[in-house]
């Protein structure tokens, strides 16, 4: 029997995973300095409710099983919890990232009654160092409030966190912090040059400073796993040093699978810009990734049709490399890797396949006693998801990083294997490129 397109649909939504991730509004009450999407207004000609509860049938029909709600500010949005209960309605699971700032104890009740089931909170320092990201007083505060609410009314709570030259030495005593709050997890990402983090560009962490930031990130995750919090790192940490596998574990199916794949944009996961446009990754540059807009074309149709969204779909190695460009091209791990994260890439030189934010790639150049660090050459036009274009150079390495590593705050009782914190963070960074020393 041949099988009409209806059937098919249904056929291969039913062995789907497919995670979608919607913006519903730009509109923001924060101005953080490192957005991507310089968010503060809404949209022009961002979705109508009834456009907006019919892309919820859409998602249904595609066989999305989670969709998680941002912005801007989702709630800024005052239809949000009807879309989110819609969500539900259709069988999927509807969770939210929030910058934490205004959500009462009513609004949690209400958040609960609407059927989310999860909400991260974007945390980026301490007090001062995160009122001072998020361009608002008083919004750490308030995103300790917010998780004291959602908590109360049993929705479970995490964090998300951005790694930068600012944040980082605040990170073990942010753990102690979101410990003490009762988080169940927490995930860090590295800022990149995306919105307005380009013109705030000195905040970015170089490349060579890797190498002492990923043994700190490493004792985050051993911690976490000593306290039952699950601390992941976000698809832009890696790739291949020594921690890849302790990074990936926390989110892997399997744990012989815990390693970077290439990315998933188009494959586990779509992002839904508010004016309707789709793209294969939430984070992506809009002009360079949005494969259609559900105002025109059905969902089903840009997801299976749309080149902008299959372009990681691939049958052969040569396919799966051939964007790779730069010291991607020539790496050992090329064909597993693939780049790592195409938004990464992308924002830093105008195009996918060279990634700079590389642990492997950074211990690989200081066992040749050289260092890469990045400047700018162009900047970014001023629009929502955009970027500017950024130089690489080679420098002689040198054991100093932008920040220092004595600035970092730690909470007492910090030690692993006998060793106090500061020292393991220097061993383990001497013993990783001294093992490089040895095969490259």
């Known amino acids: 029997m041949e099988l009409k397109s209806k059937d098919t649909i249904k056929i291969n939504s039913k ?28 949209r022009v000609n961002e979705l109508s409710t009834s456009e907006a509860l019919d892309l919820v049938s859409q998602m249904s029909e595609l066989g999305i099983q989670e969709v998680t709600l941002i912005g801007g500010e989702a709630f800024m949005r005052p239809d949000w919890l009807l879309i989110a209960s819609e969500i539900v309605r259709h069988g999927m699971k509807a969770t939210m990232t929030t910058g934490g700032f205004g959500i009462s104890m009513g609004t949690a009740k209400r958040m609960k009654q609407a059927g989310i089931s999860g909400v ?12 001072a990201l998020r361009g608002r007083e008083g919004s750490f505060e308030q995103c300790f409030k917010t998780i004291e609410h959602l908590k109360a009314v049993g929705i479970p709570v995490g964090c998300n966190s951005q790694v930068n030259r600012v944040s980082v030495t605040e990170l073990p005593l942010m753990y102690e912090k979101l410990k003490q709050a009762g988080i169940s997890a927490w995930q860090l990402a590295l800022t990149v040059p995306m919105g307005n983090a380009v013109e705030n560009s000195d905040i970015l ?4 400073e890797l190498l002492d930031v990923f043994p700190l990130l490493a004792v985050l995750s051993q911690k976490g796993q000593e306290d039952g919090i699950r601390v992941h790192m976000g698809n832009n940490i ?18 012989k699978w815990s390693f970077k794949r290439g990315c998933s944009a188009g494959q586990s996961a779509i992002g839904i810009e508010a004016d309707g446009s789709i793209k294969g990754c939430p984070s992506l540059p809009s002009s360079e990734y949005i494969g259609g807009n559900i105002r025109e074309r ?104 932008g920040f220092n590593m004595n600035e970092i705050m730690v909470p007492e009782g910090w030690e692993l294997n006998g060793l106090d914190f500061y020292n393991l963070i220097s061993i383990e960074k001497e013993k990783s490129i001294s093992k490089y020393k040895q095969i490259f």
């Open 15 to 42: 062995y789907r995973q497919t995670y979608a991730v919607w913006e519903i509004t730009l509109k923001c009450n924060l101005a953080c300095s490192h957005c991507g999407s310089r968010a503060g207004d809404p």
């Open 205 to 208: 962490l170089q490349p060579y």
């Open 120 to 131: 991260s909170v974007s945390i980026d320092g301490l007090a001062e160092k995160h009122d």
């Open 298 to 401: 059905r969902l089903t149709d840009i997801y299976h049709n749309a080149p902008e969204l299959r372009i990681n779909d691939t049958d052969t190695d040569e396919a799966a490399t051939k964007h790779l460009w730069g010291e991607c091209k020539s790496c050992e791990f090329a064909r597993v890797c693939r780049a790592g994260c195409h938004w990464t890439a992308h924002v830093f030189f105008g195009k996918r396949g060279n990634n700079p934010y590389c642990h492997h790639r950074a211990l690989k150049k200081a066992a040749n006693n050289v260092q890469e660090s990045f400047y700018l050459k162009e900047s970014a036009p001023g629009q929502a998801f955009d970027h500017g274009v950024f130089g690489m150079k080679e420098e002689v390495y040198s054991d100093e990083s």
């Open 238 to 255: 890696g790739y291949f040093g020594p921690y890849e596998r302790l990074f990936r574990e926390p989110i892997a199916d399997d744990p």
